[in-house]
């Protein structure tokens, strides 16, 4: 019988869900339709990790330089998102999770940054699977943010340059007060981090799969903890360590 490796359940799993516009093109569908069935494999996704015990989820779903796609594609992602909120805020309250949304809010409608605010606290209290979603988020952005938020409190004198430590960086980035990500998957061959999570991902494990993200299903996601299960996490010292 074939051995399966014990599974080790991160604390923390981050997704760069990427490829739905290739997986619509290899089916000769509009890009579009792959967005739908992206939407798809992370309701999916959500429902697993709170059945395999994942405490955080953090999916990229719009990043800062996707503002070089067409303009079409752009509205239809932004669309999808205010569905998503619409269809899925009563199962996700439901299911216990508390959402959050990282990323800038600058440039976005008044009406989404609403939404925004609304789902983040029509589930703050919920104390399952916490959801962040990063969107209209870049990596670096964010670094320049906080550097921005920690120089204005240098200059107002509430702050000492001596006394900034990785801890004031680490609190004033949009994930102020989440724990790093543990592992971080990549869907559709592409091994590039793309501005995700620069930052926190100072020591996740990186796992890129093939398939394109639609295709992203339970027996995928067992593959990867497989894989995960077998790394060895050193941080920078000699024996493996469990985080
Ligand atoms: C990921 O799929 C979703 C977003 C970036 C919004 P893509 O739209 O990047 O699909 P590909 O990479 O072009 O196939
Ligand atoms: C990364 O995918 C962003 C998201 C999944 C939201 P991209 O498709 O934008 O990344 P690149 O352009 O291939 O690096
Ligand atoms: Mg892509």
Sequence with gaps: MEQRPRLRIPNHIGVIMDGNGRWAKARGKRR????????????????LCIRYGVAHLTVFSFSSENWTRPKDEISFIFNLLRRFVASDLQNLIRNNVRVRIIGSREGLEPSLVRLIEDVEAKTASNTGLVLIVAFNYGGKAEIADATRRIARE????????????????????????LPDPDLIIRTSGEQRISNFLLWQAAYSEFVFVDEYWPDFDEASFVRVLETFALRDRRFGGIEAKQP
């Design 32 to 47: 579009t339709e792959g967005h739908i069935e992206g939407v798809k494999a992370l309701r999916n996704l959500v429902q």
């Design 154 to 177: 240098v200059a107002a004198g509430r702050l000492s340059p001596e006394a900034i430590t990785e801890d004031t960086i680490a609190g004033a980035l949009y994930t102020a007060g």
